[in-house]
């Protein structure tokens, strides 16, 4: 459950680490402050009115000063700051009706309870004053003096001031936090990018002296596999390239064969041979592919339909949604021409579902074909990789068609996954964000 609630992000949790010691110092200081020292402070200045009441309370019930002597009011109102009135008669039950408790009448009870033998009643007036009712069986002694004598005003403001300083920190901290992260996140953005095939260029060491060791790292080890890509993709050209010449020879020489048959098997497997060089090369010369050029997908899709090379083969165009999107035209084409390659190869009926909008481009290719196992469609993205009896074991196919497409999607965030499709065979659903 914890778990759940806390953040995910180094930020967030980095944030809290901080956050959470600032709170409880807080709690523990207002703890502190209240129930301590702010109580105190209140039982002192409780205490010093109950003593004035007492003692002005037990001379008025010893008949010892009247108040109805001007000389006497004066007196009182200098020297404790009250109002005082003898009463004849009060309505009792509408004194505690009219009784209210918070601490600092808490505390003023207690004291006054701890000296004053009579019935008293506290009554607070609008925030403002304080009434003592003291009411003995021959009448009823009125006090009335301001509240700030039994609390003090300084309570809000040294609350504001720890919640204030408290919020100058938690940003502080944050800002700090929040520009030590960034070099975390540039860091796996990168590498995200890179993992992706993608061109890492604008990233530069910053940070911390450990995410700054991280980074070089990082950028030692990505120049590292980018030098064996491009040694394994040269190698692969160079071997394809190479090889196309025997084969142009082989060709020559087959035209003195006077025996048809052998010369139209030999021929047959010349042309295989070089169609699986220009898939070689073709896989070769991925990361080589620098064109920016832009079009519509549906646009895209209709110009490889009527290719001469599909024209022949039954394939339906159903446009679900199309919205006004562009793509990279090089890498759009390349990657659905692979798709269909493989699907005229075993199936003889093709349903290209188009769903453009705004923010995704979704294509799903269904055949009626063999289709592949579930247990084999992870791994026909694998370069080289065949699936025994399944649409990819033509004679010519060399397992670079899937792995092509997939890595050519990936240099621009898409994505390439099989399903089961609903025509019996194959669905190939390529989705790439807008």
């Given at each position: 459950?914890?778990?759940?609630?806390?953040?995910?992000?180094?930020?967030?949790?980095?944030?809290?680490?901080?956050?959470?010691?600032?709170?409880?110092?807080?709690?523990?200081?207002?703890?502190?402050?209240?129930?301590?020292?702010?109580?105190?402070?209140?039982?002192?200045?409780?205490?010093?009115?109950?003593?004035?009441?007492?003692?002005?309370?037990?001379?008025?019930?010893?008949?010892?000063?009247?108040?109805?002597?001007?000389?006497?009011?004066?007196?009182?109102?200098?020297?404790?700051?009250?109002?005082?009135?003898?009463?004849?008669?009060?309505?009792?039950?509408?004194?505690?009706?009219?009784?209210?408790?918070?601490?600092?009448?808490?505390?003023?009870?207690?004291?006054?309870?701890?000296?004053?033998?009579?019935?008293?009643?506290?009554?607070?007036?609008?925030?403002?004053?304080?009434?003592?009712?003291?009411?003995?069986?021959?009448?009823?002694?009125?006090?009335?003096f301001p509240i700030h004598?039994?609390?003090?005003?300084?309570?809000?403001?040294?609350?504001?001031?720890?919640?204030?300083?408290?919020?100058?920190?938690?940003?502080?901290?944050?800002?700090?936090?929040?520009?030590?992260?960034?070099?975390?996140?540039?860091?796996?953005?990168?590498?995200?990018?890179?993992?992706?095939?993608?061109?890492?260029?604008?990233?530069?060491?910053?940070?911390?002296?450990?995410?700054?060791?991280?980074?070089?790292?990082?950028?030692?080890?990505?120049?590292?596999?980018?030098?064996?890509?491009?040694?394994?993709?040269?190698?692969?050209?160079?071997?394809?390239?190479?090889?196309?010449?025997?084969?142009?020879?082989?060709?020559?020489?087959?035209?003195?064969?006077?025996?048809?048959?052998?010369?139209?098997?030999?021929?047959?497997?010349?042309?295989?041979?070089?169609?699986?060089?220009?898939?070689?090369?073709?896989?070769?010369?991925?990361?080589?592919?620098?064109?920016?050029?832009?079009?519509?997908?549906?646009?895209?899709?209709?110009n490889i339909k009527n290719?001469?090379?599909?024209?022949?083969?039954?394939?339906?165009?159903?446009?679900?949604?199309?919205?006004?999107?562009?793509?990279?035209?090089?890498?759009?084409?390349?990657?659905?021409?692979?798709?269909?390659?493989?699907?005229?190869?075993?199936?003889?009926?093709?349903?290209?579902?188009?769903?453009?909008?705004?923010?995704?481009?979704?294509?799903?290719?269904?055949?009626?074909?063999?289709?592949?196992?579930?247990?084999?469609?992870?791994?026909?993205?694998?370069?080289?990789?065949?699936?025994?009896?399944?649409?990819?074991?033509?004679?010519?196919n060399s397992g670079l068609?899937?792995?092509?497409?997939?890595?050519?999607?990936?240099?621009?965030?898409?994505?390439?996954?099989?399903?089961?499709?609903?025509?019996?065979?194959?669905?190939?659903?390529?989705?790439?964000?807008?």
């Amino acid at each position: 459950m914890i778990k759940k609630i806390l953040p995910t992000s180094l930020l967030g949790r980095t944030v809290l680490i901080v956050l959470f010691p600032i709170v409880m110092f807080q709690l523990i200081i207002l703890s502190y402050y209240y129930n301590s020292l702010w109580e105190r402070t209140l039982n002192r200045l409780s205490r010093s009115v109950a003593m004035e009441i007492e003692l002005i309370s037990d001379r008025m019930l010893s008949s010892e000063i009247r108040l109805d002597q001007y000389q006497a009011k004066s007196q009182f109102g200098d020297y404790f700051l009250m109002n005082i009135q003898e009463l004849s008669e009060y309505d009792l039950e509408q004194l505690k009706a009219k009784q209210n408790d918070n601490q600092v009448l808490v505390s003023l009870k207690n004291e006054l309870s701890t000296r004053i033998k009579h019935k008293f009643f506290v009554i607070e007036q609008d925030n403002e004053t304080v009434d003592v009712m003291i009411s003995t069986s021959e009448k009823i002694i009125h006090f009335n003096f301001p509240i700030h004598r039994i609390t003090t005003s300084r309570n809000h403001i040294f609350l504001g001031w720890q919640i204030i300083s408290s919020f100058i920190l938690i940003l502080i901290a944050y800002l700090f936090l929040k520009n030590q992260v960034k070099p975390i996140s540039n860091l796996a953005k990168a590498a995200e990018q890179f993992g992706k095939g993608q061109e890492v260029n604008n990233f530069k060491v910053s940070g911390a002296l450990e995410v700054r060791q991280a980074s070089l790292e990082f950028l030692k080890m990505k120049n590292r596999i980018s030098r064996q890509i491009e040694q394994r993709s040269l190698m692969l050209a160079g071997v394809s390239h190479d090889l196309k010449t025997p084969l142009t020879r082989m060709k020559l020489l087959l035209e003195s064969i006077k025996d048809n048959k052998i010369k139209n098997e030999l021929n047959l497997e010349i042309n295989q041979m070089n169609e699986m060089l220009v898939e070689y090369l073709d896989f070769a010369a991925i990361n080589e592919s620098k064109d920016r050029s832009t079009i519509n997908p549906i646009e895209a899709i209709i110009n490889i339909k009527n290719d001469i090379h599909f024209t022949k083969h039954e394939i339906n165009l159903e446009i679900i949604n199309d919205e006004e999107v562009f793509v990279n035209e090089n890498i759009f084409s390349r990657s659905i021409t692979n798709v269909l390659n493989n699907a005229i190869v075993q199936s003889d009926k093709i349903i290209i579902k188009a769903d453009i909008n705004k923010n995704l481009i979704k294509i799903n290719i269904h055949d009626n074909g063999i289709g592949i196992p579930d247990s084999e469609k992870d791994n026909v993205f694998k370069p080289f990789y065949r699936v025994d009896q399944s649409r990819n074991q033509n004679v010519s196919n060399s397992g670079l068609g899937l792995a092509t497409t997939k890595s050519l999607l990936n240099s621009i965030n898409g994505k390439i996954s099989l399903h089961d499709s609903y025509l019996g065979g194959l669905e190939v659903a390529i989705e790439i964000p807008n």
